[in-house]
């Protein structure tokens, strides 16, 4: 190590398919700029590659076969019955949908090439006319159809995999329930002290070539969801035994919000540090640290074990400027064999999974950070730094001559207006031609000129919170937006010719029937109105780092306690006097805002969407023709 410390960051299954996670070309991207050997791969992907190849179905079909046949599931033996036929489709389907052979498309779309299995069921809830897919894709074309199609043949495969080896798996949740908002250890390490079964045993042996071909001295594993910590772990057990002294770090968003509490000693058997926050600082000082140049009494932000007790240590330094980060970078990931997935029948998630978007962020944290139901208090919210409009379109260059491609997703919290007007100037006074999207909020900010001028320079879809659509609602939220102005905001947007999307919540402390139901009617106006054609609801969740967490009472609900614990702590409970049933009411949100984008059901009665007597659900206070008054 005396000619330096080589770093190589894995991505841990599982997080997403369809491009890389950015957290890990983030970090390889500036430890380059400082002058650090770092590398990168993605083992998330070539997991499920390698799963789901001939010798891994062959591998599955050994493992269905050992199952006694009473415990054998539909999936199970419809996979058994066709095993032939999966065989002879998996390597052309993949080519499919990392876009190598698009002329397949034309088979896979008139349903005779693939085996269906039972998640194939879901297309007959929505036949029409003997064309199941019509009403979702209409003139979208054969590519839509068969990517869902192909997504389908995947998640069939998926279930198998679930029910012949390990029931916990899933292409972005994979053993979630071991890590999220767990206190104790205990299961998580009772897991990883089980045998490798084949999903783990793939893994190793991935884990394990990436290791020989990189040689590092140093692991870097970004989790950013709870689903990707089994995972992560998992890597560190056989990076454990390739090499007992090899340092293992870890870090990302499912560290930042639920381990920063962290006393449990068992989980540096695998690791050696755990750091919070934006990585830089703390990596940087991890290597110094590696090389003999700064003792341990010198970290940031880092978790360690130090006489089998965890220690928290921060030595107090100032954080990168953003513009002094680097440019995140795709060298080393494969980036020619991501899948492009259509899993739900959602503009914005189509847009999503389309293509192989650059990832990028205008700022560090959020300008506004005032919504209560967000981890305000926390460093990716609260710390807020914004990138100059030169070195952003500088970054932007550089990925278009690194990857060849166009496209950019700004993954901020929400991008602030005035850098995306800078940002918007600079891509014109270039003359460099991109398409981008990201996240904003719906303020007034966003006048008709600037949201032309986002246009002129290639924006192409914006998403927003709405969340309730309630004015008493988004007021106790500290949204800064009334449901008027996210009309008038969305629908110049839409006359620009960008696609919007709107983030919905339900279940938020003190929300009633009567509350949900006029949220609906709005959302059905906006949809009417052509303001929206992308949504989404979510249950809301309450967090110890959120206003509503560390403030209930403002609220009007009461916490419930804490589980003891010295792991995982984010997620709390709470009692709301209202006793209202969001998870009933959830479900007829979910059914409308799905047909709503697609133009079904805009003329119903938005009460006719919740499974509840007429007696229980109330008439609609929001007068019919309210939004599109607004406009």
Not at 232 to 254: D, F, H, T, V
Not at 507 to 533: I, K, M, N, S, W
Request: hydrophobic share 40%.
């Amino acid at each position: 190590m005396a000619q330096g410390v080589r770093v190589l960051s894995l991505i841990p299954p599982m997080t997403q398919l369809n491009t890389p996670y950015p957290a890990s070309a983030y970090l390889t991207g500036f430890l380059r700029s400082r002058g650090v050997d770092a590398r990168q791969d993605d083992l998330a992907l070539k997991l499920v590659l390698a799963l789901f190849s001939a010798d891994g179905l062959a591998r599955l079909r050994a493992a269905a076969l050992a199952l006694p046949e009473a415990e054998r599931s539909a999936a199970v033996n419809q996979y058994l019955d066709h095993y032939d036929r999966y065989v002879q489709t998996i390597v052309a389907t993949l080519g499919f949908l990392q876009g190598k052979d698009p002329t397949l498309c034309h088979r896979i779309a008139a349903r005779g090439f693939l085996p269906e299995g039972p998640r194939f069921m879901s297309l007959d809830t929505f036949d029409e006319e003997g064309d199941p897919l019509g009403w979702a894709f209409g003139a979208l074309g054969q590519q839509d159809r068969a990517r869902h199609l192909a997504t389908l043949y995947l998640n069939d495969l998926a279930d198998v995999v679930r029910d012949a080896i390990d029931e916990g798996f899933a292409f972005v949740r994979y053993a979630e329930q071991l890590a999220s908002s767990q206190p104790d250890y205990g299961p998580m390490a009772q897991a990883l002290a089980e045998p490798r079964n084949l999903i783990d045993q793939t893994l190793h042996q991935l884990t394990l070539q990436a290791l020989e071909r990189h040689q590092p001295h140093m692991l870097v594993l970004s989790v950013p969801f709870p689903g990707a910590m089994y995972g992560a772990l998992r890597i560190a057990q056989s990076a454990r035994e390739w090499n007992p002294q090899i340092k293992i770090c870890m870090g990302g968003g499912y560290v930042n919000t639920e381990l920063r509490d962290l006393a449990e000693p068992r989980l540096f058997d695998l690791v050696d540090f755990v750091t919070l926050d934006a990585g830089e600082r703390p990596l940087l000082s991890l290597i110094e640290h590696i090389q003999g140049q700064r003792s341990a009494a010198r970290l940031q932000r880092c978790f360690m074990r130090v006489n089998g007790d965890v220690k928290y240590v921060n030595l107090a330094e100032p954080d990168f400027a953003f513009d002094d980060v680097g440019t995140p970078t795709w060298s080393g990931l494969p980036m020619d064999r991501y899948l492009s997935l259509l899993d739900l029948l959602n503009p914005m998630h189509r847009l999503w999974s389309d293509g192989r978007w650059n990832k990028l962020t205008v700022a560090h944290g959020c300008y506004w950070k005032k919504c209560s139901f967000c981890d305000v208090s926390l460093d990716y919210i609260s710390r807020y730094d914004a990138a100059s409009a030169t070195v952003l379109v500088d970054r932007m260059e550089q990925l278009i001559a690194e990857s060849g491609q166009t496209g950019f997703h700004f993954v901020d919290e929400a991008a602030p207006p005035k850098a995306l007007k800078a940002m918007a100037e600079e891509i014109l006074r270039r003359g460099l031609r991109v398409s981008w999207w990201g996240n904003i909020r719906f303020e007034k900010t966003f006048t008709p000129e600037l949201v032309n001028l986002l246009a002129d320079s290639g924006c192409i879809a914006l998403s927003g919170g709405l969340e309730v659509a309630s004015d008493r609602l988004l007021k106790l939220m500290k949204k800064g937006v009334l449901v008027e102005q996210v009309a008038r905001v969305t629908r110049s947007m839409a006359d620009a010719g960008i696609l919007v999307h709107a983030y919905l919540m339900y279940g938020f402390p003190t929300q009633t029937v009567q509350d949900t139901v006029d949220a609906l009617e709005y959302v059905r106006q906006l949809f009417e109105a052509g303001c929206l054609h992308s949504g989404f609801f979510h249950r809301f969740a309450c967090t110890v780092h959120s206003p509503v967490g560390q403030h209930p009472e403002a609220y009007g609900i009461k916490l419930l306690p804490l589980p003891e614990g010295r792991f995982a702590r984010n997620d709390v409970g709470f009692v709301d006097p209202t006793g209202t049933d969001h998870d009933l009411l959830g479900l007829g949100l979910k059914k409308a805002i799905y047909n709503y984008m697609h133009g079904i059901g805009l003329e119903r009665d938005v009460r006719e969407w919740f499974d509840l007597p007429r007696k229980q659900c109330p008439r609609p206070t929001v007068r019919p023709g309210t939004v599109a008054g607004w406009l």
